[in-house]
């Protein structure tokens, strides 16, 4: 069964800080995996996602993350967060074997501090 | 966002009330997704719509009907909630269904509160 975990239900930084949220997964076949942002009062935007090839993949507004096969982790990261950063981040898998549904992780709140 | 509207944004309702969520896709895409979005619980996976086919529909109480006319339209038919019924729905839609690597683009969302 698919499933993915968000350890932190909040992440505190001081803007111009990198950033970190954190991502692990469990799928049964090659995962698919994906971050979303949630502003408040708005939908999900899509940020970024892993399919295959390079571990580091680069998103919108500055966003990267790294995938790590070994530590099944799929971690979001920012070299230098911005108030504005601040919302509600989830992560999200898939995988390639029938299973089509989008799991979703519970959420990481970022607040980031001027 | 603007690929995904919703409408209403906000809907107040009593539990004998019925009323329609109404989402419309701008994307051309092929399958189309409501989510419900309550506090503290991950996104939960209502209906799915594949070429205007209802193809998941995941336990969810009769008292939510969902209609899907054509490709680019999704409806969210609401009758005799109830007050746990409160949440955020979403709605989405992706190239395809049946496609692993498709992203998902959601709408802003309506917020239900049901009194």
């Known amino acids: 069964a698919q499933s993915v975990a968000q350890p932190e239900d909040q992440v505190n930084v001081a803007e111009g800080n990198p950033l970190t949220v954190k991502c692990t997964y469990s799928?049964?076949?090659?995962?698919?995996l994906f971050w979303y942002v949630q502003y408040p009062n708005r939908g999900l935007q899509f940020l970024l996602k892993?399919?295959?090839?390079?571990?580091l993949v680069k998103g919108s507004y500055g966003f990267e993350a790294e995938f790590n096969k070994s530590q099944t982790s799929f971690h979001l990261k920012k070299p230098s967060a911005l108030v504005s950063d601040s919302a509600l981040y989830f992560c999200?898998?898939?995988?390639?074997?029938?299973?089509?549904?989008?799991?979703f992780g519970a959420g990481t709140r970022l607040f980031v501090k001027a | 966002e603007t690929g995904v509207t919703q409408t209403p944004r906000h809907l107040v309702m009593g539990m004998t009330n019925k009323k329609s969520l109404k989402c419309e896709q701008h994307?051309?895409?092929?399958?189309m997704y409501w989510y419900k979005q309550s506090a503290k619980k991950p996104l939960e996976l209502m209906f799915v719509?594949?070429?205007?086919?209802?193809?998941e529909n995941n336990s969810v109480p009769s008292r939510f009907s969902p209609e899907c006319p054509n490709s680019s339209h999704l409806f969210l038919h609401l009758h005799t909630l109830q007050p746990e019924d409160s949440a955020l729905y979403l709605c989405?839609?992706?190239?395809?269904?049946?496609?692993?690597?498709?992203?998902?683009?959601f709408g802003p969302g309506t917020r239900l509160t049901v009194l």
């Open positions: 994307l051309g895409h092929n399958a």
């Open positions: 989405a839609s992706s190239q395809r269904y049946r496609t692993s690597t498709d992203t998902q683009y």
């Open positions: 799928v049964s076949g090659n995962p698919y």
């Open positions: 719509y594949s070429l205007e086919e209802r193809v």
């Open positions: 999200a898998v898939r995988d390639n074997t029938g299973g089509f549904k989008t799991i």
């Open positions: 892993y399919i295959t090839g390079d571990n």
